[in-house]
């Protein structure tokens, strides 16, 4: 059985100037120690997806399974890496904002700091626990939302373009480091990015979704590459070419009428 099932998952916002269907019909599965990169341009309903798996919101249509049971809220075995970096606490060190979550959970201060600890070292950045998230960088901040993520040791890691503020160097290094992470602690991953290569470099499998309105699964591109990736290699600009293809067509598609209630 999958960890996760989206079933037919659908999603339309209702405000004051009408509704919006953001997601439509959209059903994958998610098995146990896979690295999916969900793709699709701006707005095609990405971040929708994640929050639905996450909890945060409900689907309108279909229905969303973790271990065969339907999601009804946030849950700490899904553990989330939002869209930018400005998630941390400002009052809390490093170190405290990684085992902010064991703290909830009644963690001992010594298991928790022992813990945190060596998510700390795990993203990099031993030594450094005791700065505050104004103290830290971009690329910095992101590593810390990542560890406070693995912490807290969930059964799916919920990513969100984690990379997408920063430059392309601190990206590049730590697309590596998530690889490294990736292959030493086999966590079940759904990384969301607009990235082509982000995606191809990272994941096991590459979901391309159609652009809104109601965006929806187009594709699922399987990346039988070895790790680390060589992002030169034959193998790896063949996938790319595919994954490009299909998303480049999403771009160039006529408009569709935007599907707004009178
Ligand atoms: N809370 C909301 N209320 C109304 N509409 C929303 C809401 N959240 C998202 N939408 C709409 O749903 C669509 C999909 O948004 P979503 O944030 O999922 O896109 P995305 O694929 O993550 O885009 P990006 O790559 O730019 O982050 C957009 O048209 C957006 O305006
Ligand atoms: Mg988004």
Not at 44 to 57: D, Y
Not at 82 to 88: R, V
Not at 159 to 164: A, K, L, N, S, T
Request: include cysteine.
């Amino acid at each position: 059985m999958a960890l996760v099932t989206l079933e037919a998952v659908g999603k339309t916002f209702r405000g004051r100037t009408g509704s919006w269907e953001a997601v439509r019909d959209f059903t994958l599965d998610l098995a146990e120690g896979e690295f999916t990169c969900l793709l699709g341009t701006s707005g095609c309903g990405k971040t929708t997806v994640l929050n639905l798996l996450a909890g945060f919101e409900a689907p309108t249509t279909g229905r969303i399974l973790l271990d065969g049971i339907p999601v009804r809220g946030p849950g700490a075995e899904r553990g989330v890496v939002f869209q930018g970096h400005d998630s941390l606490y400002d009052w809390l060190s490093a170190l405290d904002n990684i085992g902010f979550g064991l703290r909830l959970r009644g963690v001992p201060k010594r298991e928790r700091r022992a813990r945190a600890g060596h998510f700390l070292a795990m993203v990099g950045l031993e030594g450094q626990g005791a700065k505050h998230p104004a103290e830290l960088s971009g690329g910095m901040k992101q590593r810390i939302q990542i560890a406070r993520a693995l912490a807290a040791d969930p059964r799916i890691l919920l990513m969100d373009e984690p990379f997408g503020a920063l430059d392309a160097m601190t990206r590049a290094t730590l697309q590596g480091e998530l690889t490294r992470i990736w292959a030493e602690t086999r966590k079940t991953v759904l990384f969301i990015t607009h990235d082509i290569e982000e995606a191809v470099a990272l994941s096991t499998r590459v979901a391309v979704m159609t652009r809104g309105p109601g965006g929806t699964l187009k594709a699922v591109i399987p990346v039988d590459l070895p790790f680390p990736r060589d992002r030169t290699s034959d193998g790896f600009m063949a996938v790319f070419r595919q994954v490009h293809a299909l998303i480049h067509a999403e771009i160039v598609a006529p408009p569709a009428r935007a599907e707004i209630d009178a």
